[in-house]
């Protein structure tokens, strides 16, 4: 699982270049269900080790990915 976890957030970080947010619906888009889960469950596991935090949308129900110190706007 930790080497999972280590690609997963190599790839996170790439494809956000280092520091940004990602939505979990890009993430895990063309991969069947069962991928989609795996995919998932290690994003939880990032996230309980800090790497990452994850929120969601209440409004349009997305899950989003960030990675990296991302300065978000307060409201």
């Not at 930790?2 to 957030?9: A, F, I, N, V």
């Not at 994003?43 to 994850?54: D, H, R, S």
Request: proline residues 0%; glycine residues 8%; negative net charge.
């Amino acid at each position: 699982i930790e080497l999972q976890m280590e690609k997963l957030y190599a790839s996170l970080s790439d494809r956000v270049k280092g520091a940004g947010l990602i939505e979990l619906s890009t993430l895990v888009s063309g991969v069947g269900r069962l991928e989609a889960i795996r995919t998932f469950i290690l994003l939880l596991f990032l996230a309980q080790e800090g790497k990452i935090n994850l929120w969601q949308n209440e409004e349009t129900e997305e899950i989003y990915v960030t990675v990296g110190e991302l300065k978000l706007a307060k409201s």
